[in-house]
């Protein structure tokens, strides 16, 4: 109406001065900032993850452990040089029965072919430790090494060819020669004492030292 003042326009709720556009943009430049940062971080944390899964996924190779040197050097499969004496039927029947219940390997020496005998001889191993079946009743002195082994006696002895073990408790007497080049122990009648056990008769006079054993 004339006469009176023009009623102020109210401004449009669109419509913001200079100030307040900025102050409205700011927090979204801060929130920028804040992202930009984050990335910048979670890259090296997700290399950092990545390479330690990677790690666990393909861990380090484990050298194989270095072979013994029984192992290291093949054995021969040749057959070994060994005398068959004939046997009575008795002692060829007892020899027989052991030579089929002895072990394939002793320790980790493998079974080899003899020339001859193969009813009463076995070897195993290079050098080759060999097992005679029937071979004559050993004299035993009263200062004699004898060993329960097994619940086997042996006479121990020792000479050029290596170590030489005797049973004296059994119905045939059964020798065991462990060469020069094997551990020289008696620890290797063990598992011919349990085949001894299976197959030859023992005898009730054994030595003094083998009593109780």
């Not at 920028?32 to 997700?46: D, H, M």
């Not at 082994?149 to 030489?164: F, I, M, S, Y």
Request: glycine share 6%; proline share 14%.
């Amino acid at each position: 109406m004339p006469g009176q003042p023009e009623a102020s326009r109210p401004e449009s709720a669109t419509t913001t001065d200079p100030g307040e556009r900025t102050e409205r943009r700011g927090p979204d430049r801060t929130t920028r900032q804040a992202a930009l940062w984050a990335t910048v971080v979670a890259l090296p944390l997700t290399a950092l993850v990545a390479v330690l899964v990677f790690g666990q996924l393909n861990p380090d190779p484990v050298a194989p452990p270095e072979p013994s040197p029984s192992s290291a050097r093949p054995q021969s499969t040749a057959p070994v040089e060994m005398a068959a004496p004939a046997l009575a039927e008795r002692p060829a029947t007892v020899c027989r029965a052991l030579l089929s219940r002895l072990p394939a390997s002793i320790r980790d020496l493998g079974q080899r072919p003899v020339t001859a005998g193969p009813e009463q001889n076995a070897a195993y191993g290079d050098p080759a430790l060999t097992v005679t079946c029937g071979v004559p009743k050993p004299t035993v002195a009263p200062t004699a090494d004898v060993w329960m082994v097994n619940k086997v006696c042996w006479l121990t002895e020792h000479g050029d060819a290596g170590l030489v073990l005797t049973t004296v408790d059994r119905e045939v007497p059964v020798r065991l020669v462990v060469p020069q080049g094997q551990e020289q122990t008696i620890q290797w009648a063990a598992p011919v004492s349990e085949s001894l056990i299976a197959s030859v008769p023992s005898v009730p006079d054994v030595p003094t030292g083998c009593v109780g054993g």
